[in-house]
Nanobody, 115 residues
Framework: QVQLVESGGGLVQPGGSLRLSCAAS????????MGWYRQAPGKERELVAT???????NLADSVKGRFTISRDNAKKTVYLQMSSLKPEDTAVYYC?????????WGKGTLVTVSS
């Protein structure tokens, strides 16, 4: 029984910054890949960023240079620092933990980029 809870979403102006957090709780004994996905209305859910247990990261081309993913294994928490936000970044952002026999999702947090 695993629960992921995202926080930090909200309304922000274009060019602004926002930091999302995802805290894991429950029967998690080992952390593998943690990541962020997003889904806009009428669109497929897409990968934004991932981080391995040793700190290797991958970012989608659309967010490179603007977003940073990081993690705190002791706190079982993953973060997404978003800067230079654009209206096209508007979406529900979902936290994910994935590994062998493990694939857990949060409920999502809404990020709206608008003047």
């Amino acid at each position: 029984q695993v629960q992921l809870v995202e926080s930090g979403g909200g309304l922000v102006q274009p060019g602004g910054s926002l930091r999302l957090s995802c805290a894991a709780s429950g029967s998690i004994f080992n952390l593998n890949v943690m990541g962020w996905y997003r889904q806009a209305p009428g669109k497929e859910r897409e990968l934004v960023a991932t981080s391995t247990s040793v700190g290797s990261t991958n970012l989608a081309d659309s967010v490179k240079g603007r977003f940073t993913i990081s993690r705190d294994n002791a706190k079982k928490t993953v973060y997404l620092q978003m800067s230079s936000l654009k209206p096209e970044d508007t979406a529900v952002y979902y936290c994910n933990i994935k590994g062998p026999g493990m694939d857990y999702w949060g409920k999502g947090t809404l990020v709206t980029v608008s003047s």
